[in-house]
T-cell receptor, first 108, second 122 residues
Framework: RKEVEQDPGPFNVPEGATVAFNCTYS??????FFWYRQDCRKEPKLLMS???SGNEDGRFTAQLNRASQYISLLIRDSKLSDSATYLC?????????FGPGTRLSVLP | GAVVSQHPSRVICKSGTSVKIECRSL??????MFWYRQFPKQSLMLMAT?????????EQGVEKDKFLINHASLTLSTLTVTSAHPEDSSFYIC??????????????????FGPGTRLTVT
């Protein structure tokens, strides 16, 4: 089983839609969790950290369930500019493990 | 703040030659830098973790004699791809953790990525 798994995608949604991505991780010692977005042929950029209590940043909401080893990202009112690959990242110690990513295309 | 640069951004080299990629933290000191490789339509794969002043720790399957990493200062790490072959063609990305992570508003665990280097070996 891979250390970090994500919805395979791609997700093609119309503008204004709400879309949710799921991520599971296998290492129960994982300490920190992040969502990154990566545009085509660019480096990943931090979207948000994920806290146990859940956190929201504008249209983006992240949730963490340690018991189920599950992380989610919800995007509301999606924009064309949200089209990208969303990477779930799990950290333990010095190790950062990236999920395979879920590609999102927001269509006009 | 928290800017990481990489140089070159793009390089084309002949098979058998060596290529050096630089990764610099511009406005912070990084005790730890990471080197990743990304093939088309695949996720980032960690190649090695580099701590300033010590030998890099390589992931399983990554040849340390082929991918030489030097982290001589708190702001610079280099990756040298020796005797490059076409199968080494990839997108190489470095990232760095802030030495002061965990202090003030700085996250303890956040890493900052460079813009990447696209290597093509012909």
């Amino acid at each position: 089983r891979k250390e970090v798994e994500q919805d395979p995608g791609p997700f093609n949604v119309p503008e204004g839609a709400t879309v949710a991505f799921n991520c599971t991780y296998s290492n129960s010692a994982s300490q920190s969790f992040f969502w990154y977005r990566q545009d085509c042929r660019k480096e990943p950029k931090l979207l948000m950290s994920v806290y146990s209590s859940g956190n929201e940043d504008g249209r983006f909401t992240a949730q963490l369930n340690r018991a189920s080893q599950y992380i989610s990202l919800l995007i509301r009112d999606s924009k064309l500019s949200d089209s990208a690959t969303y990477l779930c990242v799990v950290n333990y110690g010095q190790n950062f493990v990236f999920g395979p990513g879920t590609r999102l295309s927001v269509l006009p | 703040g928290a800017v990481v640069s990489q140089h070159p951004s793009r390089v084309i080299c002949k098979s058998g030659t060596s290529v050096k990629i630089e990764c610099r933290s511009l406005d912070f000191q990084a005790t730890t830098m990471f080197w990743y490789r990304q093939f088309p339509k695949q996720s980032l794969m960690l190649m090695a973790t580099s701590n300033e002043g010590s030998k890099a720790t390589y992931e399983q399957g990554v040849e340390k004699d082929k991918f030489l990493i030097n982290h001589a200062s708190l702001t610079l790490s280099t990756l040298t791809v020796t005797s490059a072959h076409p199968e080494d063609s990839s997108f190489y990305i470095c990232s760095a953790r802030d030495r002061e992570g965990g202090q003030g508003s700085k996250s303890l665990y956040e890493q900052y990525f460079g813009p990447g280097t696209r290597l093509t070996v012909t």
